[in-house]
């Protein structure tokens, strides 16, 4: 039986309560006082006796009213706290000053691997100290989202802590919170993630094409390495994206990389992650390398071809051993992850002039996957630039929307050494200088020159010495870039050189105002 009674404060209330109690012969199990009411918990009584004990407590002076309660205000905080606890994803314990376990959710007992049995017990060494209790206790500080590792699940886990404290301000005890790194690789990878590409993404009607994506599809339900091998611009990393959304590992972390775009110093510890204090400007607490953030998923090491032989080893260990050892760590973490490779680069040429390891080339080229380049699809040039049409006049609300049939002609008939990549940033450059709806040949800028280049032409037959051959190159070079810059600051911008630079080249040839002997064609100049 739990009796609540709300009562006012004064001397002698409860001794009264416990003779009222001592008189029925009613044993008092627990009194609690909270929020102006005293709470008694006794022993089961019967019903008649129960009113004839509450009329009794009701006679005291002070006391307001006698109320039947389910809980005392201990036991419901108590259960209040294990609702919270319970419902909480990321892992909570409470340690008191002797390190002992006070309390302990579902999560935390999960990650940490304890059963029920480990409450009132005191904790591992070895585990109060990865956690960072001990230093808790000893320094009374927090610890705010530290990496440490965990032998009981392998890996790693994001630590927090807080201590508690008594009314003189002394460490009692530590609340740790934590989340196993798994987890918050998958909240990173909800945030950020970006849409998903599939196959049926990728526009082709060319039979070249549709027999790379055939091949493709039926790779996608492999966990094996795949090499994808192409001209720039072919979409390697589109079909990389979409091997990994048709794959088993679809849910899990897709990573690209590009291995020519990282410094060689840099791409090893962005890898395999570090350990803190590993080198020179190492985060407090280390950091995960991409393996590690990619496991259970797909990493897309894009330009293979131009990582340092160094690295190759490093890389050809972990894709045999399935393990990864962070730089300045002593512990190999497991991993399962999905390698998706691409180059340019002819890694077989590379392979016979020692520029990359053989055993690597074979432990890559598991499922190789050559995408054609856009000069041998021509099918797909109409399609593709319908596409990107469409989308650019969407996104600079334009009001064009078709091509003319010369325009048609010249993408058709053009060889496209950008391939794909080439072709969308043409479409967009089009699409911003058309104003009407449709886009005509001279919106076109297709190739590395433009049409007022024209080429310099030299009547070498006339000249006896090389010397006087590419004097004549150097001054149409000079004179042709300040037709255009008008500018002698501009044209050596241009050409790469100071504008006193060109200056001095342009008095060698007469081209300058007043040169000795010539006049100049440029009288307006400005310097």
């Known amino acids: 039986m739990r009796l609540c009674m709300p009562c006012t404060d004064r001397v002698g209330l409860l001794l009264d309560v416990s003779r009222v109690l001592a008189e029925s012969g009613i044993n008092i199990a627990s009194v609690e006082m909270e929020r102006g ?81 480990g409450l009132e017990q005191p904790l591992p060494s070895e585990l ?3 956690l960072l209790i001990t230093r808790t206790l000893q320094e009374g500080r927090s610890f705010r989202n530290r990496e440490v590792f965990l032998d009981s699940i392998g890996g790693y886990c994001v630590v927090s802590t807080r201590p508690l404290r008594n009314d003189t301000g002394g460490v009692v005890g530590v609340v740790v919170m934590l989340r196993d790194s798994r987890d918050v690789r998958e909240m990173i990878q909800k945030l950020t993630a970006s849409l ?56 899990q972390t897709f990573i690209p990389v590009n291995c020519a775009a990282i410094p060689e110093a840099l791409l090893e510890s962005e890898l395999f992650g570090y350990e803190e204090g590993a080198f020179t400007g190492a985060a407090k607490g280390g950091k995960p ?65 020692q520029l990359f390891r053989e055993d690597l080339y074979y432990r890559l080229n598991v499922i190789p996957l050559f995408l054609p380049p856009l000069r041998e699809r021509a099918e797909d040039i109409p399609l593709l630039a319908e596409q990107f049409l469409k989308r650019f006049a969407a996104k600079l609300q334009s009001p064009v929307y078709r091509f003319s049939a010369e325009a048609r002609e010249k993408l058709q008939a ?77 044209a050596g911008a241009a050409l790469g050189l100071s504008h006193t630079a060109v200056i001095k080249k342009m008095k060698k040839h007469g081209l300058w105002p007043d040169s000795p002997g010539k006049g100049s064609e440029f009288p307006g100049e400005k310097l």
């Open 196 to 251: 998903p590409v599939t196959f049926r993404d990728i526009s082709c009607v060319s039979p070249a094409m549709e027999k790379v994506l055939e091949q493709a599809r039926r790779y996608a339900g492999s966990s094996s390495t795949v090499l994808i091998r192409g001209e720039t611009g072919t979409g390697k990393e589109l079909f990389a994206r979409a091997l990994h959304s048709d794959s088993p590992r679809a849910k």
């Open 37 to 117: 009411a005293v709470y008694l918990k006794c022993q089961t009584v019967y019903d008649e006796q129960k009113q004839e004990l509450m009329h009794a407590l009701q006679q005291v002076d002070g006391i307001y009213k006698v109320i039947e309660v389910s809980y005392m205000p201990s036991k419901e905080r108590a259960e209040q706290l294990d609702a919270i606890l319970a419902s909480v994803q990321d892992g909570v314990l409470a340690v008191n000053e002797l390190g002992i376990l006070k309390q302990c959710n579902t999560a935390a007992a999960s990650i940490l691997g304890l059963d029920d049995n």
């Open 414 to 490: 053009y060889s496209w050494p950008g391939n794909v990549r080439e072709l969308e940033n043409i479409i967009e450059r089009a699409v911003n200088l058309v104003d009407g709806p449709e886009i005509k040949t001279e919106h076109l800028h297709i190739g590395k020159k433009s049409a007022d280049n024209k080429p310099v032409k030299v009547q070498f037959e006339t000249y006896q010495t090389l010397e006087e051959r590419v004097a004549e190159v150097e001054r149409e070079i000079l004179r042709e870039t300040m037709k255009r810059f008008r500018s002698s600051r501009r």
């Open 289 to 353: 390398g991409l393996f590690e953030l990619a496991n259970g998923g797909t990493l897309f090491l894009d330009e293979i071809g131009e990582i340092s032989v160094h690295l190759q080893a490093k890389l050809l260990r972990a894709l045999q051993e399935k393990r990864v050892r962070r730089l300045g760590g002593s512990r190999e973490l497991p991993v399962d992850v999905r390698i998706i490779t691409a180059t340019n680069r002819d890694l077989e040429d590379m392979v016979a002039r």
């Open 128 to 130: 109060a100290d990865s």
